[in-house]
């Protein structure tokens, strides 16, 4: 019997819709095992009832807090990823699959990411805070004891700071992933040998005019290309 798909949750946000299709997009096509890609719309989710956080006016997309939802979304059962919608992978999510520890209650690149500019995206304010963007991609163990304390109430109703923090978990239950994984353009140093795994285009990326000229932004263009083309032939 083949193994199911493995959950991987992507942020969605109707003003970048087109992320998300290509984040989508650039790990189907590289996956070398099952994956389900499922969009964190929080309209949908509002009308599951299972987000009726008030309008966050820090909160840069709609998903800053509905990834907080994966836990319970996968049942408290096996592992999840998340990640942003502004993610391109250029590798198999099957790679870091192969990552997870259940040691952990979570995994992430552990960034000291302290970015300068004041304003990112279409506008929205970059805000500073300790971990900052480690909850940006999660490899969720749905079903370690210490997520039971990730109820859909928390997610609705704790701080932004407690939830980005991880604060319901010990530091001993946050295991880490290599940089490549979580690559931060404006932030990350380049690597050596080439592209790395997953560009996160955390500023804003080529779907915005005003960030055309970012680093790697040509390789997200191209996947936009190649997502277009798949659509003319009729695939998904």
Not at 129 to 136: A, G, L, M, Q, V
Not at 207 to 213: G, N, S
Request: hydrophobic share 40%; with cysteine.
């Amino acid at each position: 019997m083949s193994a199911a798909p493995f959950p991987v949750y992507v942020g969605w946000d109707s003003r970048e819709e087109i992320a998300y299709e290509v984040c989508r997009f650039s790990i189907e096509r590289r996956a070398t095992v099952p994956v389900a890609v499922v969009p964190l719309n929080q309209a949908a989710l509002r009308a599951r009832g299972l987000y009726d956080r008030p309008v966050d006016p820090l909160a840069s997309t709609e998903f800053t807090y509905t990834r907080f939802l994966v836990p319970a979304l996968a049942g408290y059962s096996g592992w999840a990823i998340y990640c942003d919608c502004d993610f391109l992978w250029l590798a198999d999510i099957g790679s870091l699959i192969a990552c997870v520890d259940d040691r952990y209650a979570v995994m992430c690149v552990h960034h000291d990411h302290r970015p300068s500019e004041h304003i990112k995206m279409d506008g929205r304010q970059q805000t500073l805070y300790p971990r900052k963007n480690w909850s940006s991609l999660v490899l969720y163990n749905c079903g370690h004891p210490a997520n039971r304390a990730l109820t859909v109430a928390v997610a609705n109703r704790e701080t932004g700071s407690f939830l980005h923090r991880f604060q319901w978990l010990d530091d001993a239950q946050i295991g880490a992933v290599p940089e490549t994984w979580n690559w931060l353009e404006g932030w990350s140093t380049p690597p050596a040998d080439g592209p790395p795994n997953v560009v996160h285009y955390t500023r804003g990326g080529p779907w915005f005019p005003e960030w055309m000229d970012v680093t790697y932004g040509a390789l997200w263009i191209e996947e936009r290309r190649a997502l277009e083309a798949a659509m003319a032939r009729g695939a998904r």
